[in-house]
């Protein structure tokens, strides 16, 4: 009887337009969803369609792990780094692209082959928080020429993350309802993400071929973003005094991935990895097999070329330059010198600043960082800033070797190990755990007018986990 009820309800509701939009896919109201969105209804600029909903049904037990999570465990990632990292690509598309409008794909709860994915919880929380569309939060800046020669104005990426099976059990610890605080017992005992724990996420931006030239033919999902973030609006660069947002189609730019492998011992046991959007490749090219089943632009993830893979910052290496402005003319730098950073040559690679002496950061990602110097700072509280400096003449460029205190952001980390030894808890790398954390604090400090002592363990030295800033 139950069932029938249930099969009528949801082809009742899957028949409408609203797919996304109903109990089967959200039984439990748990955390909120997102924080701004076009307001709801028919009427003239208001929205009535799919909206993101948070997978937030966090596992009680370890999931077993998908076949294709064991072959990527067996893969060697420092000799085949670039199939590994393709592989993962792979691993994350699947059941998640649908194959039809890229509007669609990644809507976690509908995935085709009934795998769970989850998000982390919380980032709906202030100005940087998620949109309706896709979830997607204010990332960091995109300045002039970042991105390519031809790139005139700045921005800001707009991106989603989520977690695999394994992934998702560590947030079920640390979050074991939405009516309750966090329990940081496991992250206290060095616990963090087991291994076969999958991460994936993409960025987007408003800026187009126009500017960057290998954003031609773009995958587009729709945004409802920070008019002060869009080239053609009048309140571009006037976030201080205009906050206010419209939807907007953004081009996928960058797509990151984080993989628990226990072999990469210098790293806390992580892996991580980065593709960038190239437009203009053909139908059939080196990374496009995946998405040969697709129709129309369910083809274009494959787009997405590997930028390259790192298992550990190169502690010992502390020679630095900076290559902040990338194009045909100034191509990407490879530095044979490192040995825990690995980019693809492959001339499908649009050229790239990359980071710091040419480790591992994807285009959206600072010149003077690397995705694991930053990832490594992830810890609660945020006693470390994410970085040491934003400004790139404070940032060493040889000959001299850069200083303990610049290295001390490119150091290598046992599993577990917190930043600052003994002053916060690792969050394992994880910046969305530590912004989890950081903004039910805020929240909840706000709503009950009290303050934690946690509060006080920072010295009042630092800030928000945030790469973007809205003052208003
Ligand atoms: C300067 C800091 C910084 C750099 C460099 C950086 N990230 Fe991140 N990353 C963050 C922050 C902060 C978040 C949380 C989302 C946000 O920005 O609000 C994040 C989120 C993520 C997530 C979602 C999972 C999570 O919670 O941590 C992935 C995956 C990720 N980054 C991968 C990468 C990869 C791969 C690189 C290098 C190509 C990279 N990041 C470089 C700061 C950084």
């Given at each position: 009887m139950n069932n029938i009820l249930t099969t009528t309800i949801a082809i009742v509701m899957l028949?409408?337009?609203?797919?996304?939009?109903?109990?089967?896919?959200?039984?439990i109201v748990g955390?909120?969803?997102?924080?701004?969105?076009?307001?709801?209804?028919?009427?003239?600029g208001q929205y009535t369609g799919p909206v993101f909903v948070l997978s937030d049904q966090y596992p009680d037990s370890m999931p077993p792990l998908d076949p294709g999570v064991k072959d990527i465990l067996s893969?060697?990632?420092?000799?085949?780094s670039i199939n590994y990292a393709v592989a993962v690509r792979d691993y994350i598309f699947e059941g998640n692209i649908?194959?039809?409008?890229?509007?669609?794909?990644?809507?976690?709860?509908?995935n085709s082959i009934g795998r769970d994915w989850y998000h982390a919880p919380w980032q709906h929380w202030g100005k940087l928080g998620r949109e309706g569309y896709h979830g997607l939060t204010r990332e960091g800046p995109l300045s002039k020429l970042v991105l390519d020669k031809t790139q005139t104005d700045s921005s800001y990426a707009y991106a989603v993350g989520f977690y695999n099976g394994p992934g998702g059990l560590t947030f079920g610890k640390v979050w074991p309802s939405a009516d309750q605080g966090p329990d940081l017992s496991s992250l206290i005992a060095g616990e963090g993400f087991p291994e076969g724990t999958i991460v994936g996420k993409f960025l987007f931006t408003v800026l187009d071929g126009s500017q960057v030239n290998y954003l031609t033919n773009p995958l587009q999902w729709n945004a409802f973003m920070y008019n002060c973030d869009v080239p053609s609006s009048p309140a571009y660069l006037q976030c201080d005094t205009d906050t206010s947002r419209s939807t907007q189609k953004v081009n996928l730019l960058q797509m990151d991935i984080m993989i628990k492998d226990n072999r990469a011992v210098d790293a806390a046991g992580w892996v991580f990895g980065t593709f960038v959007y190239n437009g203009h490749l053909p139908e059939k090219h080196d990374y496009s097999a995946a998405c040969e089943q697709y129709q129309g632009d369910g083809k274009k993830w494959c787009n997405l070329v590997p930028v390259g893979v790192m298992w550990g910052n190169d502690a010992d290496n502390p020679i630095g330059f900076l290559n902040e402005t990338p194009s045909v003319d100034s191509p990407t730098i490879i530095n044979p010198l490192l040995k825990q950073t690995v980019i693809n040559p492959s001339s499908a690679l649009p050229a790239q600043h990359l980071g710091w002496a040419s480790r591992l950061n994807g285009?959206?990602?600072?010149?003077?960082?690397?995705c694991m110097s930053c990832h490594s700072?992830?810890?609660?509280?945020?006693?470390?800033?994410?970085?040491?400096?934003?400004?790139p003449s404070d940032m060493p460029q040889g000959p001299e070797p850069a200083d303990a205190e610049w290295m001390r952001y490119f150091r290598n980390f046992k599993d577990g190990e917190a930043f600052d030894l003994g002053r916060a808890v690792s969050t394992d790398f994880s910046m969305q755990m530590l912004k989890s954390l950081q903004n039910y604090v805020e929240w909840r400090s706000q709503s009950q007018a009290g303050v934690y002592a946690v509060e006080y363990w920072t010295d009042g030295n630092v800030g928000p986990v945030t790469r973007g800033q809205v003052t208003k």
């Open positions: 028949g409408g337009s609203a797919v996304a939009q109903n109990f089967l896919v959200e039984p955390y909120p969803d997102f924080g701004f969105m076009e307001e709801p209804g028919t009427g003239e893969m060697d990632f420092r000799n085949n649908r194959g039809g409008d890229v509007e669609r794909d990644f809507d976690l709860h509908l285009p959206a990602d600072n010149p003077g960082s690397s700072t992830g810890q609660y509280p945020a006693v470390s800033p994410i970085m040491l400096t934003f400004n």
